[in-house]
């Protein structure tokens, strides 16, 4: 019985190296278990009963946990996301009403506030609406 359960090893072991899924290393888990139970006990249903259901509790209750370590913590930002907090320059006037335009991170902005900021004052980027940056000014 021992090398039925050496060739699920291996046969599984084969399986998740094809799909890195972390479904059937589970299982490649327990039939180790099974095959270390099949030495000392020729219970084929015994060996069965502890290959399913430690696969299962395994896949159950450890794949979710070990897959947030696995996954990325902490996603890149786009070049939108980045500028927002960074300080620029007025590059031309800001009105209420009027949108004007800023230079921050070495790009040209079209920008709106709500407030007049002149030319040539350093302004804060709030957030992006569209194409556009929010922007406060700086108090100096």
């Known amino acids: 019985m021992s090398y039925i359960w050496l060739g699920v090893v291996i046969l599984l072991t084969l399986v998740e190296c094809m799909t890195i899924g972390l479904t059937t290393i589970w299982f490649v888990v327990s039939a180790l278990v099974a095959l270390i139970v ?48 960074m300080e620029g320059i007025v590059t031309e006037e800001i009105s209420r009403n009027v949108i004007g335009e800023v230079k921050v991170d070495g790009k040209k902005w079209s920008a709106s506030s709500n407030k007049k900021i002149p030319k040539d004052s350093i302004v804060k980027i709030l957030g992006i609406d569209g194409v556009k940056l929010k922007v406060e000014k700086v108090e100096e």
């Open 38 to 85: 099949s030495l000392t006990n020729d219970n084929f249903v015994l060996q069965f009963g502890i290959f399913v259901i430690l696969g299962i509790f395994l896949l159950i209750t450890t794949r979710p946990i070990l897959l947030k370590f696995l996954k990325p913590k902490k996603e890149e930002k786009t070049n939108f996301d980045r500028i927002i907090g």
